[in-house]
């Protein structure tokens, strides 16, 4: 099969007509299954039949010719569509190879990727190579064509551009464009931005907002000018208000914003029956002590009343619809890629056994083929290579203005009083120094960060919004020591406190994500939260507050490539300095 968006070729679609009328026999048939039919919005008992990475035929009837095919009872099981989760992004220390194996192990068999980590570490022939490759995989990648670099870069152009973004948006795996978190230059007039979003409209894919407590009126303007869904609803309320406007919504249940239980609860106790216009996302990952994809999404549904039927179809046939693929994925029907998920029991939506592309990825809970088929140094994603040296002058403060953690994700600035000439910063307070650092080494921006501990001598991370270097601590040679074993590992996250390494987690992909499983990301981010607890950071998630320090969608201050900026007026409070 040519995939994403592409089909099958003449030969192989004779075949697949072959194998209906018995000429050829089916590669697996799932026998006495009870299976979902999302349109008639039925449980049928019936035989599923799959021919390679195809369902070819499904109902009553059993293959003329069963020569080499595998049969398989399905009595008292229950057969749903593959999951699909709309917002993906699949390189936040992890890998989206990694990560679209966990997912899949879970019954989520397609991905809709976020693309701003393949912008910022890869030229885009790689990138489109890349994303190429992933076919070979089996479960089905496609992937977001960003507008923005979602904070202020120095030469912003050389990223963004009319050449580059149209590029993207006419990749054959490219099904949206966004997520569209410059919305503010939108409405202030730049006229390229709205071309983009007319050229994406044209190509007939989906532009995805973040539209993070947007007014009516907001809203209103952003559906004229061309966006399609969100996902930033945090209440029944704004999931309701964005339905009313035509926007498709997708309710979230992530790490840093688990909104999907509270928000369908109050759906339920309204009686809206809205349910056809919504779709789950992780937006991410889910909390930390929890495992699975959308799967644990459709169990929160269930528990909080969603008509079973509904709770399935906002994983599969919902999203499918909304963005036009749904002749090739959502639903068991002839003519469908082979992703499907088989249960134990209706209400449980974490399968047993999951068949991909027509191949078993788990069957009874036992991994059955996973081959790590992506050799990352074919596309230039080896160690990072940082080629410069920290000196004293990059720990030179002097600024009188800091930013204060105000949760994971918001800043705010706030004066600092604490001595900031000196080479420490005393213990027991929640000040640390802070510098941003040119992964190149061109600029640095220097000041304080109110929040995040209130003992620990050194963080150097190679991984943020930007792939800059973020350097933070307590005590300056800590955070010499700190950045050189960064450098010397390749990139990665290191903590130094009292002259000593007490953690390093090597990311050798551009020194963003790990090569390792979510099994080995997932321990590792345990031991660093654990040790940043306890050296006195006061919120949820210590990466997030990494991941989104450049971030300039979230108010209210930012630490960007530019400078430390006022989101609100967007402005520049205190700029860059070169090196």
Not at 482 to 492: T, V
Request: hydrophobic residues 40%; aromatic residues 10%.
């Amino acid at each position: 099969m040519l995939e994403q968006g592409q089909f099958w070729r003449n030969k192989s679609l004779r075949d697949h007509v072959a194998v209906v009328d018995g000429k050829i026999a089916p590669t697996i048939v799932l026998q006495n299954g009870t299976y979902l039919n999302v349109y008639t919005k039925r449980w049928v008992n019936g035989n599923i039949w799959i021919y390679d990475d195809r369902i070819v035929y499904i109902g009553d009837k059993m293959p003329a010719n069963e020569e080499g095919t595998e049969i398989v009872d399905c009595q008292g099981q229950f057969i749903v569509p593959g999951y699909i989760e709309p917002h993906s992004h699949p390189t936040q220390l992890f890998n989206p190879e990694a990560f679209g194996w966990y997912a899949a192990k879970y019954g989520t068999t397609t991905l809709l990727n976020d693309n701003l980590r393949l912008l910022y570490l890869l030229e885009k022939t790689k990138a489109f190579s890349l994303m190429e490759k992933f076919h070979d995989l089996p479960f089905t990648m496609y992937w977001w064509g960003r507008y923005d670099s979602q904070s202020k870069l120095m030469d912003e152009n050389k990223l963004f551009n009319t050449n580059d973004v149209i590029s993207w948006l006419n990749h054959s795996s490219v099904v949206q464009g966004g997520e569209l978190t410059a919305w503010p230059k939108l409405l202030q007039g730049d006229d390229r931005l709205l071309y983009w979003i007319q050229e994406t409209k044209r190509l007939r894919k989906r532009v995805e907002g973040h539209f993070p407590g947007a007014s009516a009126e907001t809203l209103t303007k952003l559906k004229l000018l061309g966006a399609s869904g969100d996902h930033e609803a945090i209440n029944a309320e704004e999931v309701v208000r964005r339905l009313a406007l035509g926007y498709q919504v997708a309710v979230r249940y992530s790490a840093v914003r688990p909104d999907l239980p509270s928000i369908l609860k109050q759906l339920i106790a309204e009686e809206y029956d809205v349910f056809d216009q919504l779709t789950y996302t992780t937006d991410g990952m889910l909390p930390d002590e929890e495992e699975g994809s959308i799967d644990r999404c459709i169990k929160i549904a269930i528990e909080q009343g969603v008509p079973l039927v509904d709770a399935y179809r906002m994983a599969t046939i919902n999203v499918a619809k909304y963005h036009g693929l749904d002749e090739l994925l959502g639903s068991l029907a002839p003519g469908r890629i082979a992703h499907l998920n088989i249960l134990r029991d209706k209400n449980d939506p974490t399968p047993h056994s999951v068949i991909g592309k027509g191949k078993w990825i788990i069957r009874h809970e036992e991994e059955m083929y996973q081959e790590q088929l992506i050799d990352w140094q074919e596309f230039d994603l080896a160690e990072g290579n940082i080629k410069f040296d920290l000196t004293e002058d990059d720990l030179q403060f002097s600024i009188p203005i800091g930013v204060k953690m105000t949760s994971d994700v918001l800043l705010e600035p706030y004066p600092v009083d604490v001595d900031i000439t000196a080479s420490s910063i005393h213990d027991g307070t929640d000040e640390a120094f802070l510098v941003l650092l040119s992964r190149q080494g061109r600029w640095r921006v220097n000041t304080v960060l109110k929040g995040f501990t209130k003992n620990l001598g050194a963080l150097c991370s190679s991984f943020s919004t930007t792939g800059d270097i973020i350097l933070l601590g307590k005590q300056k040679t800590d955070m010499q020591l700190a950045f050189n074993r960064m450098k010397e590992i390749g990139g990665g996250i290191v903590l130094v406190h009292e002259g000593e390494i007490i953690y390093e987690f090597k990311l050798e992909l551009g020194g963003a994500m790990t090569s390792g499983t979510i099994e080995h990301y997932k321990k590792k981010k345990a031991e660093l939260n654990n040790i940043l607890y306890d050296a006195g950071f006061q919120f949820n998630d210590p990466t997030a507050c990494l991941m989104f320090l450049s971030s300039s969608h979230l108010p209210y201050v930012r630490v960007t490539p530019q400078g430390i900026i006022d989101v609100k007026n967007n402005t520049v409070v205190v700029p860059a300095n070169m090196r």
